[in-house]
């Protein structure tokens, strides 16, 4: 659920702060894309671009803290990785149909038989982090 900025300056006591956990559209580099591509033109206009959002909060009452973009490991290596995605268990996957989400696992559990003959590498998702003051 999506609360705008204008009601959180509503409830939000002067000095007090919010914390947005995102991914900006400017910066959509997850690897799912490799995969499912058609995925990304569906997460651009799904995410808001980091202007867009520092925008609404300052023009709401907010001051801008601090902005923070940092990877961090979802799955140990494509192995896991495909492991954990067998079931859709992301929403943007019901964007895709059953054709296109398969044809992006067959190409994904071929790319982690490839990294099995290799040395594996964590797999990576990106997060962007916006803290606002009330003024």
Sequence with gaps: ???PPRELVRVLRVGGRVVVRTTFRERLDAL???????LRAIDERRFPGEEE??????SAG???DEV???TQPV???LVEYQAR????????FTHLTDEEFHRGLDRLEAAARSEALGEPRPVLER????VFSRS
Excluded: E
């Design 62 to 64: 907010f001051t801008l």
């Design 53 to 58: 959002m520092v925008c609404d909060f300052v």
């Design 32 to 38: 799912v894309y490799d995969f499912w591509p058609q």
């Design 127 to 130: 997060y962007d982090v916006a």
């Design 85 to 92: 995605l067998v079931s859709r268990p992301q929403s943007k």
């Design 1 to 3: 659920m999506t609360i």
């Design 75 to 77: 799955a140990a290596n």
């Design 68 to 70: 923070t973009s940092f």
